[in-house]
T-cell receptor, first 117, second 111 residues
Framework: ETGVTQSPTHLIKTRGQQVTLRCSSQSGHNTVSWYQQALGQGPQFIFQYYREEENGRGNFPPRFSGLQFPNYSSELNVNALELDDSALYLC????????????????FGEGSWLTVV | QQPVQSPQAVILREGEDAVINCSSSKALYSVHWYRQKHGEAPVFLMI?????EQKGHDKISASFNEKKQQSSLYLTASQLSYSGTYFCGTVPKTSYDKVIFGPGTSLSVIP
């Protein structure tokens, strides 16, 4: 166990709806990253939060947004859901200093399976 | 920007060795290796920070050639528990705030 918990574990939404996924990071970790993993593919970086500020973003549209709270837990929000948003969403936490994530282990949660119909 | 991994898939018998390669078009700060079993989260294996660095634990080790922007993961005397998908994650020098994962290499170890 990595100490990173995500909820919900599975959910089904209708195209056009909005979804919020939640992540509780490992105790003491100040950085949370979110990844989207489609079936049979590697995790795709969505964005990263460091001390409540977004400090890195992948090639995802603005309808993907997030928050990090003072206790370092995090949310991923997706608006106007599309069928292609169906995937496993992984949250990963790490303790990162000013040098960035290069030398820091990231610990993944079990993920939230989202199905859009 | 995504690293390239090879091979895409490999099947081994217990006790055989395997090498998984990871290559990036970008200059790298580091390379991370993870293993993911079906239906589970990726699990950390190791990070390589410096060019030429080799790390390992048990019978899994890895090397990092900074100049070639390549890393290789070595699995020796494979065990059934090694089965899974192996991902390399690269941290480019141009954006050291994110880990970019490759498409993965599926490894199956059979008795």
């Amino acid at each position: 166990e990595t100490g990173v918990t995500q909820s919900p574990t599975h959910l089904i939404k209708t195209r056009g709806q909005q979804v919020t996924l939640r992540c509780s990071s490992q105790s003491g970790h100040n950085t949370v990253s979110w990844y989207q993993q489609a079936l049979g593919q590697g995790p795709q970086f969505i964005f990263q939060y460091y001390r409540e500020e977004e400090n890195g973003r992948g090639n995802f549209p603005p309808r993907f947004s997030g928050l990090q709270f003072p206790n370092y837990s995090s949310e991923l929000n997706v608006n106007a859901l599309e069928l292609d948003d169906s995937a496993l969403y992984l949250c990963a936490s790490s303790l990162v200093g000013w040098t960035g994530i290069a030398g820091n282990t990231i610990y993944f949660g079990e993920g939230s399976w989202l199905t859009v119909v | 920007q995504q690293p390239v991994q090879s091979p895409q898939a490999v099947i081994l018998r217990e006790g055989e060795d395997a090498v998984i390669n990871c290559s990036s078009s970008k200059a790298l700060y580091s390379v991370h290796w993870y293993r993911q079993k079906h239906g589970e989260a990726p699990v950390f294996l190791m990070i390589l920070l410096k060019g030429g660095e080799q790390k390992g634990h048990d019978k899994i080790s890895a090397s990092f050639n900074e100049k070639k922007q390549q890393s290789s993961l070595y699995l020796t005397a494979s065990q059934l528990s090694y089965s899974g998908t192996y991902f390399c994650g690269t941290v480019p020098k141009t954006s050291y705030d994110k880990v970019i994962f490759g498409p993965g290499t599926s490894l199956s170890v059979i008795p």
